[in-house]
């Protein structure tokens, strides 16, 4: 270990800029196991391990880097493991440059962060090759069952962690495959579609009963499923898109889950749909926003033919949420990106759209998250030829009372549900929520974080109902 002072940062190989332009598969090329070895044995083993307590699911990362620097992959796989239950997930999409490596001593001391994300999932995905990860052994039947509303990551996490406890699980989910943000809202070139489903199928071969094609308030209300199982999560993710307001905003500008959606299922083999409104080949793209999700949009732009692409962010570089790593793929690939830049309108010409007015801004005062708030500039404005609009401003809740027909389920303002922090309990006896739906839109590793709290919660609440009837019998 300590060899950060000798062997420089790397990340696996990735496949040529215009090798990727081509297709939807995952940039990097597999891990070499000598270079990964290598870069684990970066690791200073430092007696804080700030790493740790960057990531949300509070992994033992100094540990398995230790293990995998020795060479030792199958027992770096159970330390990994351990905490999280989709370690290669996480390795994939984590924007590791804002968590683990972000707090990293070594990436503090100024020799680059141990490439952490990169080593998780070489070690996961060995175990997968290997034969190391085993299936899921139900615990001894409980005698209670549990209802999951969604099958995006908080849902399957709290899934697996359910049925390890014994518990007879079944997860409803509206759409027609499982895997929620997981399966359409994450693009093929970012987390391989293969290596959600081999997950989906893990949980299946327990004996997680996975509904698709299910929506509750349609197929069944909420009460419905609380007089079905002992208790209910709600786990659904938030997938209501912001909406543009700028004048000329209206149908003709896509929103960002539309459009990946339909890339998605392009990318799965689904039939394409009739007409080519959300395919961006031979456009001029204009991308809205400046989270992941936006990175999500102008990368896949490319891939489908995009004749340009061009992002639209109102801060400047250095204040975009969005992952740093994922500013420069796109970069690489080819996006254009328009800084300090506000859409003023969506121009048309008849029905069809032609370009966005652009105001200029210019980073103001501090806001109240601390950020300093964009102002526009007076005096600049211009016109970025478009022939597409793809507006990514982020996700808001569901109107979910008035869909599951729960009147009584208590939200915040801003239509999260209300749920209490240490037990994630909603205003309903037995009903917990977990994920986005709970915290607000944010990252696939705190909502693994989330389903995982909200399993062990559910166990507590459950054993001691069957405690007290046991007792009552």
Known sequence: MLRFVDIDQAYPEKRSEAERRQD??????????????????????????FCQSGCPLHNNIPDWLMLAGEGRLEEAYEISSATSTMPEICGRICPQDRLCEGSCVVEKSGHGAVTIGA???????????????????????????????????????????????????????????????????????????????????????????????????????????????????????VYAARQLTCPGAGDGVIAAL?????????????????????????????????????????????????????????????????????????????VVFEWLSSPLAVLTKGEAITAVRVQGMRLGAPDVSGRRAPEPEPGRTFDVGADMVISALGFSPEDIPALFSAPDLETHRDGRIDGDMATKMTSLDGVFVAGDLHRGASLVVWAIRDGMDAARSIESYLSNRLQVLGAAE
């Open 24 to 49: 939807f598969n995952e940039i990097y090329r597999p891990f070499d196991p000598v270079k990964a070895k290598d870069q684990a044995s970066r690791c200073s083993q430092c007696g804080i391990p």
């Open 258 to 334: 539309d459009y990946l959606t339909r890339s998605n299922r392009n990318d799965l083999g689904d039939a394409p749909d009739s007409g080519d409104s959300l395919s961006a080949k031979g456009k001029r793209v204009v991308v809205i926003g400046g989270g992941d999700t936006a990175m999500d949009c102008v990368r896949t732009a490319v891939r489908q033919g995009a004749a340009s692409v061009t992002c639209l962010y109102r801060r400047d570089r250095e204040n975009m949420p969005g992952s740093a790593r994922e500013v420069k793929h796109a970069e690489e690939e080819g």
């Open 119 to 237: 080593v998780e999932q070489y070690i996961t995905d060995t175990a997968w090759k290997e034969g190391w990860v085993k299936p899921i052994r139900p615990g001894a039947p409980r005698g209670a069952s549990v209802g999951i509303v969604g099958s995006g990551p908080a849902g399957l996490a709290a899934a697996e962690k359910l049925c390890e406890a014994g518990y007879a699980v079944t997860v409803y989910e509206r759409s027609d495959r499982a895997g929620g943000l997981l399966m359409y809202g994450i693009p093929g070139f970012k987390l391989d579609k293969a290596v959600v489903q081999r997950r989906l199928d893990r949980l299946t071969e327990a004996g997680v009963d996975i509904r698709t094609g299910f929506e509750v308030g349609r197929d069944a209300t909420l009460a419905d499923l609380r007089n079905e199982h002992h208790a209910v999560l709600l786990a659904t993710g």
